[in-house]
């Protein structure tokens, strides 16, 4: 398809577990986005990734989270030692940046982690 | 003080009523705004770009009030189809990181 994949669309995982959440952005687009939302809240930045640049981590919530995105494509979210507050759906989003201005944001279906 | 702050609802209306949301943001030096509509359980998705001298598209129009730091997404003859949540989304200049609100939820009834 032409949008956003993520996979898998759904994990439970036992508190202590490793995790990881695959993004495939949209052709073309350069920049890729990944968010958190738990039940009832707002969208939480995470990190940015545009081409070959370093990564934006900034919003990354501690050092057991990580990102890495190979190509410029693919990316792959990494939750080491999960815990229960990382329960939340993850989305994924690209967007095709023109003249340094973000375009629209396209979105994938999410991967919804739930922690036991 | 949130970045964008959003009042969550739900405002409940009537198919047919007028229904308007603000979104207020707190650094002047924001310089894009939209706003997204996520359906339950689904992916947000864009529904309108805010410009400077507002913007309709259909039953929808979005202002910008700079020296007040809000947006408004106003919408008229509300239909069923139209129950979701509504987020407001900011660009600050020289950031490349939309911030989302937490949303307002509309639930438009029969």
Known sequence: GAGVSQSPSNKVTEKGKDVELRCDPISGHTALYWYRQSLGQGLEFLIYFQGNSAPDKSGLPSDRFSAERTGGSVSTLTIQRTQQEDSAVYLCASSFMAGGITGELFFGEGSRLTVL | ?110
Request: glycine share 8%; net charge neutral.
């Open chain 2, 1 to 110: 003080r949130k970045e964008v702050e959003q009042d969550p609802g739900p405002f409940n209306v009537p198919e047919g009523a007028t229904v308007a949301f603000n979104c207020t943001y707190s650094n002047s030096a924001s310089q894009s705004f939209f706003w997204y509509r996520q359906d339950c359980r689904k992916e947000p998705k864009l529904l309108m770009s805010v410009y400077s001298s507002g913007n309709e598209d259909g039953r929808f129009t979005a202002q910008l009030n700079r020296a007040s730091q809000y947006i408004s997404l106003l919408i008229r003859d509300s239909k069923l189809s139209d129950s979701a949540t509504y987020l407001c989304v900011v660009l600050s200049g020289g950031s490349y990181i939309p911030t989302f609100g937490r949303g307002t939820s509309l639930i438009v009834h029969p």
